[in-house]
């Protein structure tokens, strides 16, 4: 008789290689992974209080660590090289693979937007009035789209951990939430502008919301390449309601 | 909205099979065993070394034009199974086979039927080359002419030239043909072996490991061999490597201790296997 098998994928299925080695390399390249995505979340949230408070030293702090993100970003390529040179992965090996390729481009443009953020704060306040571009509402309305968007990329980067699909579905639940705080936020632009801002300033407002809005963007792609690898299904371009109805439904 | 719901759900459905599964009977192979245009049909196969199970309740086809390939560690049983495909096992003391195996819709195992003929039918490549310390033209002419498949010298000759130039060597070889076959290269050989095996006009080819014994070079050579065959033969091959197996076969199946585990599209196996044992074993996880 053949033992039954688990029903479910092992806890973390970069492991239990005959060649420890593999198991290393496939660590190493998540954990690059995992790094460039601390580093995005403490950049988005260093950006947004540049934007928001006026703090320009986070502003160019921002600015100055962003090449990190593109040097590990490197990094992580040069090692999906090594692992497919040495290793020809099959299976949930190349679509670990695969994925952690994907998601390193995710991570690294999400990182690009904290960049982006951050140039857009600075110019903000190079302008010569108003002294304060912001409302208080336009405020409030920028740290929730922020709190939204940081929240979810960070659970997306949680999931890589573990290749988690249930927590992968939770960022797909919040896309709803993000848009909207996206939208409240272009729409307090709006309505409570301050009559002497200037349209570059605005400009600068919209880049920021949409830069926020896409960080939480990459959040899903990577909660779509995490469930690519724990399940073997490309999700991507299905309806996500659907998809987390099904998902949830067996168990998820 | 509910039938894009059931959609959804039998796509959901193919995810859930993606799950590692489990396995609770022993003999339900993940995967469909059957393919539209079968030349071997085995059902149920059992193999016994004296009392000991080789093989339990093995069910296959081997589908017209189709390279399948048969995996799994040491001790698996797919050499066994393999060469209960063309009575290769009658050789061995204590060796009982139970279960269906036809050819063309008739049973191999029929107690008329002779296996001679049959191992024609049912040509064997083995994993180390093994030519007849004879000369080229002989070791290919030999079969046809025990089998009385030629009349005359003339067809003889055709015969051999055809077999030498779809097994890739005939151009290595025509000028020396009279040469011992134990002369060439261990890829040659192998190739000769192949065309030995071609020359008695064999509707299945079984390969049980055939590149283990060659270097890179002629691994590969024999490798588009076997891609060429598969337009007038149907192929099966055990392999251990990996790499081969999916470079080379159209399916792929997977056995573990007598059981086969998995069979299915060989791009399947191995992006995408079913079960959790296959897994294991074509990731180098198996311990």
Known sequence: ?252 | MSTTVEAMGQRVGAMSAAELSSRPDSRATVGDVTVANPRMVCREVDVWYGSKQAIKGVSLDIGKNEVVSMIGPSGCGKSTFLRCLNRMNDTIDGCRVEGSIQLDGQDIYDKGLDPVPLRAQVGMVFQKPNPFPKSIYENVAYGPRIHGLTNNKAELDALVEASLRKAGLWNEVKDRLDQPGTGLSGGQQQRLCIARTIAVSPEVILMDEPCSALDPIATAIVEELIDELRANYSIAIVTHSMQQAARVSQRTAYFHMGDLIEVGETNEIFTNPRHKLTEDYITGRFG
Do not use: W
Request: with cysteine.
């Open chain 1, 1 to 252: 008789m053949v033992e039954t098998a688990p029903l479910k994928p092992t806890a973390d299925p970069t492991s239990g290689h005959t060649v420890s080695r593999y198991d290393r390399e496939l660590a190493k390249l998540r954990g690059i992974i995992l790094r460039m995505g601390e580093h995005v979340i403490e950049q988005t949230q260093a950006a947004v209080a540049a934007l928001v408070d006026g703090d320009e030293s986070q502003a160019f702090r921002v600015l100055d660590r962003e090449p990190q993100i593109d040097y590990l970003s490197l990094d992580a390529d040069e090692e999906v090289f090594r692992v497919i040179a040495r290793r020809q992965p099959t299976a949930v090996d190349l679509r670990i693979v695969l994925a952690l390729s994907k998601i390193a481009g995710d991570v690294e443009r999400a990182g690009d937007k904290t960049a982006r953020i951050a140039r857009q704060a600075l110019e903000l306040r190079q302008m010569e009035k108003p002294a304060e571009p912001l409302t208080e509402a336009m405020r409030e309305a920028f740290r929730r789209l922020d709190e939204k968007a940081c929240c979810m990329f960070e659970r997306g980067i949680e999931a890589v951990a573990t290749f988690d699909v249930t927590q992968s579905l939770t960022i797909f639940e919040d896309e709803p939430a993000l848009y909207a705080a996206s939208h409240e936020a272009r729409q307090q632009l709006g309505e409570q502008n301050p009559p002497d801002l200037i349209p570059r300033q605005t400009i600068c407002l919209l880049t920021s919301a949409h830069a926020l809005e896409r960080i939480g963007n990459h959040a899903a792609n990577i909660a779509e390449q995490v469930i690519y690898v724990a399940l073997g299904q490309d999700i991507r371009y299905r309806n996500r309601e659907i998809l987390i109805e099904t998902l949830r439904h067996r168990g998820y």
